[in-house]
């Protein structure tokens, strides 16, 4: 059976969507569907080819190929991913770059299992062929359940970084036969020609939310800290400078490079130990991707998980303790510390409940809790912020500028069994803001001129 693929050049020039379906049968003739992305890099000129389905069935699994065409390359990609075992699979062509300023291998096929219900991952070795510092990021329609790690980096002329792909497999819905499953997921590796690597900072620098004040804190109480990432050690170093004060925060720093095998090879960790002098099992190792999690308990450690997408913790099951951002863990729990000066101003929000004061330039100031995230209860698709003024009014607000302060944090963003526990922990989150602004070091910000301008 065969299949033609379409795509359409982009509009930025930077680089290009490319979309299609792939069905899958087994041999009994009935098919199983899933949607994937054709993936470049590079500006693009338009072309077609043909995606090829191979009939198999093995064992209830099938492996589904990601196609896209590289600059270079003979997109066997045997180098970078398990071999697949004989199953349905289909190959789908890209846009051909108009410059090349990077390499992926493998170049034309990237596996992923088929399991329906299950987030699967594929491996990919970008390099960059190209004379001049590039900078690349990844981008995709469903942000939720298409993820890429790292999700960006800028590489030196000659550098290689390997990526994962990560991906959510949709179950048929409704009875439907999945031959007729019409989903369709698009992403794109946006690239970007630069200077050199101080130059283009964005989302790709971006740390985690509470990371600075988390590093700042365990430096402040003589906590020995060392940085150890899959990127190059020039790679961290350029990263890190954009945060200021990091890198003398960090008695070691250590990248891929300098070691044999990267994550989840245990190679980085156990280096990093043994440079600040310390035992593996006396370290804790606090990660966000589930190669490091792997690599850290791999070398004795322990691990606090920090996924960095939303719905993912069953991934990080190895690790000793997964939560929801750095602004939840407890410093005085593992490295018996006090919790002074750890309540610095919020600047970076994840998923949860928080509290703080909220203005109406006609109105006044009030009491306010917020959630920020997807609701799960209510299953919502999009990130929302949902305030709660905890004052009586007598008539509606609407089209009037609301202006917040957001000074403390509650709790992370959690589901619940029925509508009546929802509203009853809801009710609890009021006590605890109603409480917390009344202390001096929150109630002073309702005095703050910004909420009545």
Not at 36 to 61: D, E, G, I, W
Not at 207 to 234: K, Q, T
Request: proline fraction near 8%; charge should be positive; include cysteine.
């Amino acid at each position: 059976m065969t299949m033609t693929t379409e795509e359409k050049p982009a509009s930025d020039g930077r680089g290009g969507w490319g979309f299609f379906k792939i069905p899958f049968r087994n041999s009994s003739g009935r098919g199983n569907a899933a949607s994937s992305a054709a993936t470049s890099p590079f500006p693009s000129s338009s072309s077609s080819t043909s995606s090829h389905l191979h009939n198999h069935h093995h064992h209830h699994h099938h492996h589904h190929q990601l196609g896209y065409n590289g600059p270079h390359g003979d997109g066997s990609g045997q180098n970078q991913n398990p071999t697949p075992s004989p199953s349905v699979s289909s190959v789908a062509k890209s846009f051909l770059p108009t410059k090349r300023r990077l390499k992926l291998d493998p170049s034309e096929k990237l596996y992923f299992p088929y399991e329906p219900g299950k987030q699967v991952r594929s491996a990919i070795k970008i390099k960059n062929t190209s004379k001049s510092h590039v900078a690349f990021k990844f981008q995709t329609t469903a942000p939720k359940s298409c993820f890429m790690r790292p999700p960006g980096a800028i590489l030196a002329p000659g550098e290689t970084i390997i990526a994962t792909v990560f991906k959510f497999v949709e179950p048929p819905e409704n009875n439907e036969k999945p031959m007729d499953q019409k989903s369709r997921v698009k992403f794109k590796i946006m690239s970007l020609k630069v200077k050199g690597p101080m130059d283009y900072v964005p989302e790709l620098i971006k740390s985690l939310p509470g990371a600075n004040r988390l590093i700042r804190h365990l430096n402040g109480h003589g906590v020995p800290m060392a940085l150890a990432s899959n990127s190059s050690r020039a790679n961290i170093e350029s990263k890190i400078s954009y945060h200021q004060g990091w890198k003398d925060c960090f008695s070691v720093i250590i990248g891929s490079d300098e070691v044999s095998k990267g994550k989840p090879s245990p190679d980085l960790f156990l280096e990093a130990a043994r440079k600040l002098n310390k035992d593996p099992g006396e370290c804790l190792v606090i990660e966000d991707s589930v190669p490091g999690v792997l690599a850290g308990k791999a070398a004795g450690a322990t691990v606090i998980a920090v996924p960095s997408l939303p719905k993912q913790t069953h991934l990080y099951t190895s690790a000793d303790e997964v939560i929801n951002s750095l602004l939840d863990l407890k410093p005085e729990k593992w490295a018996n510390l006090s919790t002074k000066d750890y309540a610095e101003e919020l600047v970076e929000h994840p998923s949860g409940v928080y509290f703080g004061w909220a203005g109406l330039a006609t109105r006044g100031v009030f009491k306010m809790v917020m959630s920020i995230g997807w609701n799960p209860y209510f299953n919502n698709t999009e990130k929302t912020i949902e305030p709660w003024l905890l004052h009586d009014f007598t008539e509606d607000f609407y089209g009037e500028e609301l202006c917040l302060i957001i000074v403390g944090y509650i709790r992370p963003e959690a589901n619940f069994p029925s509508l009546e526990s929802l509203v009853a922990k809801i009710h609890e989150d009021r006590e605890v803001a109603e409480k917390a602004l009344d202390l001096p070091s929150y109630a002073k910000f309702k005095d703050d001129p910004y909420l009545t301008k």
